[in-house]
Nanobody, 122 residues
Framework: QVQLVESGGGLVQAGGSLRLSCAASGRTFSTYAMGWFRQAPGKEREFVAVISRDAYTTYYADSVKGRFTISRDNAKNTVYLKMNSLKPEDTAVYSC???????????????WGQGTQVTVSS
């Protein structure tokens, strides 16, 4: 079992930056690919970014490519999402998730955090 807890969300002006963190419990963190997803009010959950178990491979949604960076520290059982040049359309609840395979599909993730709110004002 893996428990995930996100932090770092908040209110920021357009063009600003935030760094989200996702802390995982247990000793198996390094065996999971980690993804970030987001869900805006009235919209479906969407994929944001994923990072491989060894941190060598990352993949991003087109909407965030070049602005967001996913990283992980297996020694600290933590995955990060650095978000730059934020736009109002980035406003959403951001959740991290763990999967045994590196995938963009939310249904394939085994464990989820509770989410953290990111609000970008114009």
């Amino acid at each position: 079992q893996v428990q995930l807890v996100e932090s770092g969300g908040g209110l920021v002006q357009a063009g600003g930056s935030l760094r989200l963190s996702c802390a995982a419990s247990g000793r198996t963190f390094s065996t999971y690919a980690m993804g970030w997803f987001r869900q805006a009010p009235g919209k479906e959950r969407e994929f944001v970014a994923v990072i491989s178990r060894d941190a060598y491979t990352t993949y991003y949604a087109d909407s965030v490519k070049g602005r967001f960076t996913i990283s992980r520290d297996n020694a600290k059982n933590t995955v990060y999402l650095k978000m730059n040049s934020l736009k109002p359309e980035d406003t959403a609840v951001y959740s991290c998730a763990a999967s045994k395979t590196m995938t963009l599909l939310a249904v394939t993730y085994d464990y989820w955090g509770q989410g953290t709110q990111v609000t970008v004002s114009s």
